[in-house]
Nanobody
Framework: QLQLVESGGGLVQPGGSLRLSCAASGITLDYYAIAWFRQAPGKEREGVSC????????NYADSVKGRFIISRDHAKNTIYLQMNSLKPEDTAVYYC??????????????????WGQGTQVTVSS
């Protein structure tokens, strides 16, 4: 069974950077599109970024476009989210999720069958 584990969250000042990791155990991620979602207190969960199974295609929410970069390392079975120029409104619990699919078919939670436990990102001075 696919298990996802996020890491790399923490407290960072506005304008700073963090890199989140999503590691898998048990099954190769080579056939999965992987997305990052986030949920802030009192708000609905929202899609942040997605990468296709080969890494050839990526999607970003407008709110993070130009600041976040998603990538994957097939050898390490890990997906990364490099977050730059962080803003207080980026504060949330970040989750990675896997869909057994080549493409990222939008940020529809129901399309993703496996989820990690989440990692907290706090942007504050």
């Amino acid at each position: 069974q696919l298990q996802l584990v996020e890491s790399g969250g923490g407290l960072v000042q506005p304008g700073g950077s963090l890199r989140l990791s999503c590691a898998a155990s048990g099954i190769t991620l080579d056939y999965y599109a992987i997305a990052w979602f986030r949920q802030a207190p009192g708000k609905e969960r929202e899609g942040v970024s997605c990468i296709s199974s080969t890494g050839a295609s990526t999607n970003y929410a407008d709110s993070v476009k130009g600041r976040f970069i998603i990538s994957r390392d097939h050898a390490k079975n890990t997906i990364y989210l490099q977050m730059n120029s962080l803003k207080p409104e980026d504060t949330a619990v970040y989750y990675c999720a896997a869909a057994y699919s080549y493409y990222c078919s939008g940020f529809v939670s129901e399309n993703f069958g496996s989820w990690g436990q989440g990692t907290q990102v706090t942007v504050s001075s």
